[in-house]
């Protein structure tokens, strides 16, 4: 676990000063970069953020929540601050699952708890999925976990996936844009319109480097470009059916519901919620935007906090209870 730590400085916050360590995780093409909230042995959860974002996504929420967890938020491949894939390498939902269990073995967790918002929620329900057994609680933020494609439409999906890659690789000479800091958030906001420019200012810590003249966005382009490898709704509802942690669905009433507005994108949502109903897990909607965790935090973490209080906290002192009795 030492290994995988880099440094350690003190973040300010309105709601309170916490110790924030980096996180650096060596990958074949480079390193996974994040960062680690919460005491050294308190109860790992893993925080996972939306597409085009980073692991800032999560500083204003995490200092809410029950500071017996151990938080580590990172940036995923292609984002923040964290390496590119290599050339002609796809972004997709199964590359970031192994790039989480790459996370995972470096840290030397058996069992976590996960945090996903929005692209992220996808990736934390694939994942739950495939490893059941590492993962005791699951919560969504704005996200339904998984996100079908109709099975007709996946051949154009596909096909408009690699013509978007060709026509990438044709441009590699250009160089990215080169923004003033001023520009760089107004550029944010126009194409994230439910951030809050306060917001804005904590992605971006992340979310630029400098460069002569100014600053770029240190994301990858090709997380852009379209992801060819989609799944059905029957396939969905499959892996959700895997999943044996508890899972917490939190949904804004003005995020990802609003988008989905096409009849069959609503038909997918509805069965994926029925179907987290139907298994006793909790879904609630909160007033607010796609990014109400970063936005609004106290409108969040009071679920958040209760979940992972009742799921996780008050489960294991309950387990290491009946063991002490036993000895």
């Known amino acids: 676990m030492l290994r995988a730590l880099k440094g350690v400085r003190q ?11 980096e996180l650096s995780v060596p990958v074949p093409w480079g390193e996974i970069r994040g960062r680690v909230w919460g005491p050294d042995h308190g109860r790992p959860v893993l925080c996972l953020h939306g597409w085009a974002d980073n692991c800032g996504t999560f500083n204003t929420l ?12 990172v940036d995923l491949a292609g984002h923040g601050q964290s390496s590119h894939r290599h050339p002609g390498v796809f972004y997709s939902f199964p590359s970031y699952v192994m790039d989480v269990r790459r996370v995972i073995d470096a840290l ?27 993962v005791d609680a ?17 051949p154009k999906v596909m096909r408009q996936g690699m013509d978007e890659m ?20 107004e550029r944010l906001l126009a194409a994230n319109p439910t951030l809050s420019e306060q917001s804005v200012h904590i992605l971006l810590e992340r979310g630029l480097v400098q460069a002569e003249g100014g600053v770029v966005f240190s994301r ?6 379209k992801n060819i490898v989609r799944i059905s709704l029957e396939q969905s509802l499959e892996l959700q059916s895997r999943i044996r942690a508890s899972v917490l669905v939190v949904l804004a009433d003005s995020g990802f519901e609003k988008i989905f507005a096409e009849p069959d994108q609503k038909k997918f949502t509805s069965a994926l919620l029925r179907a987290y109903r139907d298994r006793n897990h909790t879904v609630v909607t ?11 935090p106290e409108v969040v973490a009071p679920h958040v ?23």
């Open 286 to 296: 909160v007033p607010g935007s796609h990014h109400v965790h970063l936005n609004h």
């Open 138 to 154: 699951v919560i969504l933020l704005d996200s339904y976990g998984f996100l079908p494609t109709d099975l007709k439409e996946m």
């Open 220 to 225: 990858d382009f090709r997380i852009n470009l």
């Open 305 to 327: 906090s209760d979940f992972l209080q009742t799921q996780v906290l008050t489960q294991s002192a309950r387990l290491t209870d009946k063991q002490t009795s036993k000895l």
């Open 166 to 185: 060709l026509q990438f690789e044709k441009k590699t000479e250009e160089k990215k844009r080169v923004y003033t800091y001023e520009k760089a958030v």
């Open 62 to 73: 995490i200092p809410l929540l029950p500071k017996e967890c151990r938080y580590v938020a």
């Open 108 to 134: 030397q967790w058996n069992k976590f708890s996960i945090i996903g918002h929005s692209m992220g929620g996808n990736i934390a329900g694939m994942f739950s999925a495939l490893y059941p057994e590492m």
């Open 11 to 21: 973040l300010h916050s309105s709601t309170m000063k916490q110790a924030v360590s």
